[in-house]
């Protein structure tokens, strides 16, 4: 077993396996961000039914729901410069890691859309009216009154995604980027011990989504206290009120 696998490989490794995180953490980061905005963007346009940008919404996010994430990535990676070239635009200097960049970011938006849509379409619709009878414009009654609980709702949802996300980006070296796994691979085609390497990358990926899902449950927890918060806020104002209208009628 010896000649196979080594655990103080792993540990000689790891070092080398770690250099290579930044590079995934910032994929992470620029497509969660990518992803986040443009599906919002995405959710709004598919709620309030927008004339042809709602049906190319629906296009977009079924074909990118609909293919692997592999797919995806070859699609962009081979197929946008090809397009570009037509109108004479030449990317082959671009740094291979925006094509990532683009990938995991449209991939990301289409899933997230789905997840604010149907946040969007849980708070029920009195709100709304009532929002509108207030005299509030459709822009302050999302950024008021829809937007904080489609937050509260997507969360769990959001942070499934993002931990996916982390673990998606180990395709990142089939078109030469050196993230963690490429880093992983490198070592074994140079010393022959491949498994010991994967086993590093495996040991990261595995902490590094552990830390990212208690972050988002102690989010979660947070924001369902300051909901609980809120609402027992709101009791005595109610019974406040009660007596009031009370004491008015007799």
């Not at 990518?34 to 079924?62: D, H, M, W």
């Not at 859309?113 to 459709?138: H, Y």
């Not at 899902?213 to 009120?241: D, H, Y």
């Amino acid at each position: 077993m010896s000649e196979f696998f080594q655990w103080k490989l792993v540990w000689e490794y790891f070092p080398k396996v770690l250099s290579a995180l930044p590079v995934t953490l910032m994929i992470v980061a620029v497509a969660s961000i990518t992803g986040l905005l443009l599906g919002i963007l995405l959710a709004f346009i598919r709620v309030e039914k927008v004339q042809f940008l709602s049906q190319l919404a629906a296009v977009f996010v079924s074909f990118i729901r609909g293919t692997p994430i592999l797919v995806q990535l070859y699609v962009v990676y081979y197929g946008v410069p090809a397009l570009l070239q037509m109108i004479q635009i030449d990317v082959s200097s671009w740094n291979k890691i925006i094509f990532i960049y683009i990938t995991y970011g449209l991939n990301t938006a289409a899933f997230q859309s789905e997840t604010f849509r149907a946040a969007i379409l849980s708070v029920p619709v009195t709100q709304k009216e009532a929002s509108i009878a207030c005299g509030l414009t459709k822009t302050q009654m999302y950024r008021q009154v829809i937007l904080p609980q489609v937050v509260r709702v997507a969360l769990p949802a959001f942070g499934t995604t993002t931990i996916a996300l982390l673990q998606d980006t180990s395709l990142a070296f089939t078109i030469g980027v050196v993230d963690v796994v490429g880093k992983a691979r490198a070592i074994g085609a140079v010393t022959f011990h491949t498994l010991e390497g994967y086993v590093g990358a495996a040991i990261l990926f595995i902490t590094l989504s552990f830390l990212l899902e208690r972050v988002f449950t102690g989010l979660e927890r947070r924001m369902s206290f300051s909901k609980t918060k809120q609402q027992t806020a709101k009791v005595p104002l109610i019974s406040w009120t009660k007596k009031q209208q009370k004491i008015k009628t007799t």
